[in-house]
């Protein structure tokens, strides 16, 4: 499973790609693995704010539907719109295509985890 080592990663299974004062924000592979095919993806709009640990959005998929969990505050500055048409690029590229939101960052969950200890969450959650 890929689980990139520059990425922070979030308990709900949310990744971060902080870059300075910006974060790029999605859904892991595992995520997107235990999900299946999304089918719907519902963000934030650019200008709304998030709070770290509370509720930004959802997926459905055909298997279930589940809540996104914003890992940072800050405000949206730009939504990946493609996903409005297109939500299995979060299938096929969940670090690129695939990522959702893009936010400048007020504060950082001090829960995120590192590569490994994400590695061992998911581990302990497969068994």
């Known amino acids: 499973m890929n689980i990139p080592a520059e990425l922070k990663f979030s308990k709900s299974h949310?990744?971060?790609?902080?870059?300075?004062?910006?974060?790029?924000?999605?859904?892991?592979?595992?995520?997107?693995?235990?999900?299946?095919?999304?089918?719907?993806?519902?963000?934030?709009?650019?200008?709304?704010?998030?709070?770290?640990?509370?509720?930004?959005?959802?997926?459905?998929?055909?298997?279930?539907?589940?809540?996104?969990?914003?890992?940072?505050?800050?405000?949206?500055?730009?939504?990946?719109?493609?996903?409005?048409d297109a939500p299995e690029a979060v299938n096929e590229s969940p670090y690129d295509k695939g990522w959702m939101l893009k936010v400048k960052v007020s504060a950082v969950a001090g829960s995120l985890l590192s590569a490994e200890e994400y590695a061992a969450l998911i581990e302990s959650e497969a068994h």
């Open 14 to 84: 949310e990744w971060v790609r902080l870059e300075g004062d910006e974060a790029v924000i999605g859904i892991t592979e595992f995520a997107q693995e235990q999900l299946g095919d999304l089918t719907f993806i519902e963000l934030p709009a650019a200008g709304d704010t998030l709070t770290a640990g509370e509720e930004m959005g959802s997926v459905e998929s055909v298997k279930a539907a589940s809540e996104l969990y914003a890992p940072v505050s800050g405000e949206v500055t730009e939504v990946n719109l493609h996903l409005e």
